[in-house]
C-alpha cells in the first residue's frame, strides 16, 4: 500500500502593517482533523472563532511558525521577508512533508516540492489552518506590543495604517516594532528628528 502524502499549507499574516512582525505559519493537519468544515480564510472568522480553531489546530496537527521583524523588513523588503518567514515556518515543522501548497503567486525557498495557489487561504483546509495560526500568532504579538508602548492602540488595529495609529505616530514619533522603510513611519521618523 502506497504511504499517504504529508502536504503542509502555508500562508502569512501582517504584511501590510506599519508595526510589527510578518507571521508566517506552516501546517499539516491530520487524516481526520475534527474542525475540517470550520476551517476559513481568517480575515473571514471573528476574533474568538479564530482563537478557537487555534487551538484545536495546534491541539491535532502539525505547526511551525517563521517570523521576520520590522528590522529584516526595512533591509530586505516586505517581499523577501515573507518568504524569509515562510521557509522558517516550513523548517519549524516537526518533519519534512512531500509537499507544501502556499497562499499567494510565488514560492519561498523551501526543502521539498511546492505550488502557489491564489487564493489558497479559502480553498485549501490546510492553508486555511496557517492562515488562522499565522495571524493568531501576529495578534498575540502585537497585543503584547501594546502593552509595552502604550499610546498607539496598538491592540486594536495591530499594527495596520488605521487613523489612530497614524495620529498616534505623528504625535509619538515610531518605536523600534515601527518599519521605517514604510513611508508613515519615515514621514514620522523624519518630523521627530526635526524637532
Known amino acids: 500500500m ?24 506552516a501546517v499539516i493537519l491530520p487524516a481526520h482533523f475534527s474542525a475540517l468544515s470550520a476551517l476559513a480564510d481568517s480575515k473571514k472568522l471573528t ?35 515573507t518568504m524569509r518567514a515562510m521557509s522558517r515556518a516550513c523548517r519549524n515543522l516537526p518533519l519534512v512533508p512531500h509537499k507544501v501548497l502556499v497562499d499567494g503567486n510565488r514560492l519561498p525557498r523551501l526543502d521539498c516540492p511546492a505550488e502557489a495557489i491564489i487564493g489558497g ?18 495578534d498575540a504579538l502585537m497585543i503584547e506590543a501594546a502593552l509595552r508602548w502604550p499610546g498607539y492602540a496598538l491592540e ?12 498616534a505616530l505623528q504625535g509619538l514619533g515610531a518605536t523600534p516594532i515601527h518599519r521605517f522603510s514604510y513611508r508613515p513611519v519615515a514621514h514620522a521618523a523624519e518630523k521627530s528628528a526635526q524637532g
Open 156 to 167: 486594536g488595529h495591530k499594527g495596520y495604517g488605521a487613523k489612530a495609529h497614524i495620529d
Open 2 to 25: 502506497r504511504e499517504a502524502q504529508i502536504i503542509a499549507g502555508i500562508d502569512e499574516a501582517g504584511r501590510g502593517p506599519l508595526a510589527g512582525p510578518v507571521v508566517a505559519a
Open 47 to 81: 476574533a474568538r472563532r479564530r482563537e478557537a480553531l487555534a487551538a484545536i489546530i495546534r491541539a491535532e496537527a502539525m505547526v511551525g511558525v517563521g517570523i521576520a521583524e520590522p528590522a529584516e523588513i526595512d533591509r530586505v523588503n516586505v517581499l523577501e521577508a
Open 121 to 138: 487561504d479559502g480553498s485549501q483546509p490546510m492553508i486555511s489552518a496557517a492562515s488562522i495560526i499565522a495571524k493568531t500568532v501576529r
